[in-house]
Structures are given as C-alpha cells and as structure tokens.
C-alpha cells in the first residue's frame, strides 16, 4: 500500500546561491511512502503512518540547517522518514524548485530520491 502526499509547500532557505539561502523560497515536496496493508483491513491510525507525522518531518527538515542541493534534501526527508517510521518498507521524495529562474523558461527544477529499508 502506498500513503501519497503530493505538492506539500514549503519554504526554507536552501539553495546553491547565496542569495537564494538569504531570501528563502518555496519548495514543494512530493511522497510516496509504501507500508504494509494491515491498515486496510483493520481501519486503524496505529496500522498505518499517520500523513500528518509525515509532513512534519517535511516541516523540520526545511526549517532546519541551510543546505545547498536539492539532492540532499530529498535525501534528509527520506532519510528522516525511514529513520522514524518503522512501518515504511520504501519511501520516494521529489523535491521541487518551482520558482528557479532559466534560460529557457521552465515549470520546476527537481530532484527525485527513493530509499528502501535494509
């Protein structure tokens, strides 16, 4: 089974520029987070992983240290799920940049990280 949160907005000062680390922007997150179906049949919170307790560590991970590279956010929130989570079997972070400004034009840059548990 597989909890999905799609477009989490967030903001933090991340950001390969300086400039982009002393402003901040908005960043916006995507999961996929894939645990056993034991939920599904039982209807039960304590079954599952609770999307609310998911997005939090989305929260503290952009609210947290600078970090230059997308990468390493998606990283730190994968990271961060599989460490408190023991339900998860795998997670999948995209982590998008919607305002980054190119030559062309673009919608978003992103980055996209999956984790299993070993």
């Known amino acids: 089974?597989?909890?999905e949160l799609a477009g989490l907005v967030v903001?933090?000062?991340h950001g390969y520029l300086e400039e982009e680390r002393r402003l901040g922007q908005r960043f916006l997150v995507d999961l996929w987070?894939?645990?056993?179906?034991?939920?599904a049949a039982s209807d039960r919170i304590?079954?599952?992983v609770d999307y609310r307790r998911i997005a939090?560590?989305?929260?503290e991970v952009f609210a947290g240290p600078e970090r230059l590279l997308l990468e390493s956010l998606a990283g730190a929130v994968a990271n961060g799920i599989l460490a408190r989570f023991a339900a998860v079997e795998r997670v999948?972070?995209?982590?998008r940049k919607p305002d980054v400004v190119?030559?062309?034009?673009?919608?978003?840059?992103a980055v996209v990280i999956e984790r299993f548990r070993s």
């Open 11 to 13: 903001f933090g000062h």
């Open 46 to 48: 304590d079954d599952t």
């Open 92 to 95: 999948r972070v995209r982590v």
């Open 56 to 59: 939090g560590v989305v929260r």
């Open 102 to 109: 190119l030559d062309p034009p673009v919608d978003f840059a």
């Open 33 to 39: 987070v894939d645990i056993d179906e034991v939920a």
């Open 1 to 3: 089974m597989t909890i």
